[in-house]
């Protein structure tokens, strides 16, 4: 397979580097996140990338878009809902379980108010990340800390009325390569093993053009960062 990946911006992709800088790939274009319920196609062979309006509150989002993840297993594998669960164990990596069997499938969730991700993965691991972009009073430090002195200098570079932006931007990449690798939060380091490929995300309705109100999206995340990192299991 031919690995599609999309341009995250010079910031998330070298905060991406930085975080993976093994084989790491990105592409020319932005890969689309499709509205759930609704069609979804593959972003890329066996990965899939879902948009879920969720309530406010986390734990009920939690469980929105788990049941949203294991409706679209249900779709693509042809198989019965009862048949499919997710263990929503905090602090682990989400397992995919078929008839109770554990599965190699990657997923990861991410979530802003209203609004939640899901990406799936059916041939290895996979991470997505979704950020607000907000001022941060400390931003010289945490992305000192956790980004890398290459980020934090082009940050300290990039104008103030564009910093919150690529902040998230590249936090998104650092947070979804973390999570693809199942890897905790840690300060920045020079290296970190593993390939992977990577894609911001874009949020369909907005490619679409279309408003909040016709896709039952909140403003809110067509106007968030979101970023996607996944890795191709060598059988």
Partial sequence: MKPVTLRAGNLAATAATNANTSNTAHSERPLIASRWPGHVAPIAEGLYVIAVPTAAQRESARLQVRQALRELLAQVLERELHTISIDNQRGQAPQIFLDGVPQAFGCSFSYTDHTALAALHLHGAVGVDMML??????????????LGP???????ATPPAQRARAFSDAWCALEATLKCHGEALSEWHAARSGAALHAALTIAPLCASLSPAACNLPQVAL???AHLVWQIRLY
């Fill in 133 to 146: 972009p907000s001022e941060m009073p400390d931003w010289q430090a945490v992305a000192h800390d956790y």
């Fill in 150 to 156: 290459s980020v934090a200098a082009t940050l300290a």
């Fill in 223 to 225: 106007e968030a960062s």
